[in-house]
């Protein structure tokens, strides 16, 4: 039942270079927040993108979202090895399709190695 | 604490047994949330709490499953007959609010094997 898609679902580049992924959701929504995992930190929240937002930064991330095409992309520019996780995108529900309901629903995840 | 903390870390259940997973929120965070993380995917919503009221147990998978969070801090997702299939990570999440633009603050997850 998950309702995001990133892509690529697997990247790997230099440190130094650019990395963007990108996620594609199917329901209207309230907004979308990119999440990093790794097996030392655990799942931590980077950035929240309202759904009147079309561009946000935070540091040397840059998220954007288009939802008349139902779609973000998060770039991290300037990549260094400790950016090595997998990234997530996850959707809050509209209001008119969720009422009370805060749940987020995930996508499968980006998995991005940084080689030095 | 100053994050959220699960315990146990990891457990290993036989078949048929019952477990019980318990989470520490942030303190004073109002909802709190279960999912549950196969290998590879991303999390999958199983239950949120409002303080104390369950107001969301949509993504609970059958009824051998169960959360409660009985004073508005401390929850404890439990599991009966546990079954191969339950295997995953499972993890709790805590935001400061009700509101619908919330950042989850996430524990280290528990992983479950069921043998």
């Known amino acids: 039942s998950q309702q995001g898609e990133e892509d690529p679902q697997a990247l790997s580049i230099q440190e130094g270079e650019n990395a963007t992924m990108n996620c594609s959701y199917k329901t209207s929504i309230n907004n979308l927040q990119w999440y990093r995992q790794n097996s030392g930190r655990g799942l931590v929240h980077l950035i929240l993108i309202r759904s009147n937002e079309r561009e946000k930064h935070s540091g040397r991330l840059r998220v954007t979202l288009d939802t008349s095409k139902k779609s973000s992309s998060l770039l991290i520019t300037a990549s260094r090895a400790a950016d090595t996780a997998s990234y997530f995108c996850?959707?809050?529900?509209?209001?008119?399709?969720?009422?009370?309901?805060?749940?987020?629903?995930w996508g499968l995840g980006t998995s991005l190695a940084v080689n030095p | 604490g100053a994050g959220v903390s699960q315990s146990p870390r990891y457990k290993v259940a036989k078949r048929g047994q019952d477990v019980a997973l318990r989470c520490d929120p942030i303190?004073?965070?109002?909802?709190l949330f279960w999912y549950q993380q196969a290998l590879g995917q991303g999390p999958e919503f199983l239950t949120y709490f409002q303080n104390e009221a369950q107001l969301d147990k949509s993504g609970l998978p059958s009824d051998r499953f169960f959360a409660e969070r009985p004073e508005g801090s401390v929850s404890t997702l439990k599991i009966q007959r546990t079954q191969q299939e339950d295997s995953a990570v499972y993890l709790c999440a805590s935001s400061a609010t009700s509101g619908p633009y919330n950042e989850q603050f996430f524990g280290p997850g528990t992983r479950l094997t069921v043998l």
């Open positions: 996850a959707t809050g529900p509209s209001v008119e399709n969720a009422g009370n309901n805060r749940k987020l629903i």
């Open positions: 303190s004073g965070h109002v909802s």
